[in-house]
């Protein structure tokens, strides 16, 4: 009788794992990848406290500006800056919680002219794009700065 139930316990308990794994987690693949020398975010740009250096990704470069993501130390907040070429001083950044779908980061400075977003892996281009976003990189939108 006990090596039965011994048995259906192992048996459930392979489950949960089985569909655990199975059901994913968020992320951004983006951050997978190895650094190289690109990635690193200049001196003068800050994300806020807690994030991991060592995971700053830049994703895309578009219309004279930069996009860098990077992953906070707790692995549940990400965080994106933009970055202007043109030199020091012009940038913005946000942060933001992991989800498994949409908009996680949306960041918009008048100076850069520009709003960007950070999306969850798999976020459709046709949901950002039906809002007036511009696709940049898989998981990085832009559109004009508008003051709201």
């Not at 259906?8 to 020398?37: E, Q, Y």
């Not at 219309?63 to 549940?76: E, P």
Request: charged share 20%; proline share 3%; net charge negative.
């Amino acid at each position: 009788m006990n090596h039965r139930r011994t048995r259906l316990a192992v048996f459930l308990a392979a489950g949960v794992l089985l569909l655990s794994a199975c059901g994913g987690s968020p992320g951004l693949a983006a951050l997978d990848r190895a650094a190289t020398a690109q990635d690193e975010l200049p001196a003068d740009v800050e994300f806020s406290p807690g994030f991991e250096a060592a995971s700053v990704r830049l994703l895309a470069t578009e219309n004279g500006l930069k996009f860098y993501a990077a992953q906070g130390a707790d692995r549940r907040t990400v965080c994106l800056a933009v970055v202007s070429v043109e030199g020091p001083g012009g940038w913005t950044a946000g942060c933001g919680t992991l989800a498994t779908a949409g908009t996680l980061v949306d960041v918009g400075s008048g100076p850069l002219e520009v709003s960007a977003a950070l999306t969850a892996d798999g976020t459709t281009a046709e949901l950002m794009e039906s809002d007036g976003w511009t696709k940049v990189h898989e998981n990085v939108y832009i559109r004009e700065f508008t003051a709201g």
